[in-house]
C-alpha cells in the first residue's frame, strides 16, 4: 500500500500534467486564430484586438506565476519553459496581425 505522501505527490503530478496540456490546448486554439486572422483582409476589429490581448494576458498570467514543483520531471520542466517561450512568441505574432 502506498504511503500518504507518495499518493498525494502522484495527484499532484497526474493535475500538473493536465494543466500543462490545458495550457498547450489554449495555446494551440489562440494560435489557430491569429493565423485566421492574418489571412482576412480586415486583420482584426478593436473588439477582437482587445479579446484576443485579452487571452494573451491571461495565459501569460498563468505561466509566468506557476511555481514549478520539486517533483516535476525534466521533461515537464522542459515543457512549462516551451509554453513560455511560445506565449512570448504568439504576442509577437499577434502584435504583427494588429498592425
Given at each position: 500500500?502506498?504511503?500518504?505522501?507518495?499518493?498525494?505527490?502522484?495527484?499532484?503530478?497526474?493535475?500538473?500534467?493536465?494543466?500543462?496540456?490545458?495550457?498547450?490546448?489554449?495555446?494551440?486554439?489562440?494560435?489557430?486564430?491569429?493565423?485566421?486572422?492574418?489571412?482576412?483582409?480586415?486583420?482584426?476589429?478593436?473588439?477582437?484586438?482587445?479579446a484576443t490581448e485579452h487571452v494573451i494576458n491571461d495565459l501569460s498570467d498563468a505561466l509566468?506565476?506557476?511555481?514549478?514543483?520539486?517533483?516535476?520531471?525534466?521533461?515537464?520542466?522542459?515543457?512549462?519553459?516551451?509554453?513560455?517561450?511560445?506565449?512570448?512568441?504568439?504576442?509577437?505574432?499577434?502584435?504583427?496581425?494588429?498592425?
Amino acid at each position: 500500500m502506498k504511503g500518504p505522501h507518495k499518493r498525494m505527490v502522484n495527484a499532484m503530478e497526474e493535475g500538473w500534467v493536465e494543466y500543462l496540456k490545458g495550457l498547450q490546448q489554449s495555446l494551440d486554439e489562440l494560435e489557430a486564430d491569429i493565423d485566421e486572422a492574418s489571412e482576412m483582409s480586415d486583420r482584426c476589429t478593436s473588439e477582437w484586438c482587445a479579446a484576443t490581448e485579452h487571452v494573451i494576458n491571461d495565459l501569460s498570467d498563468a505561466l509566468f506565476s506557476i511555481h514549478e514543483p520539486s517533483f516535476v520531471s525534466e521533461e515537464d520542466s522542459k515543457k512549462l519553459k516551451a509554453l513560455k517561450k511560445r506565449v512570448h512568441d504568439l504576442y509577437a505574432k499577434y502584435k504583427s496581425v494588429a498592425a
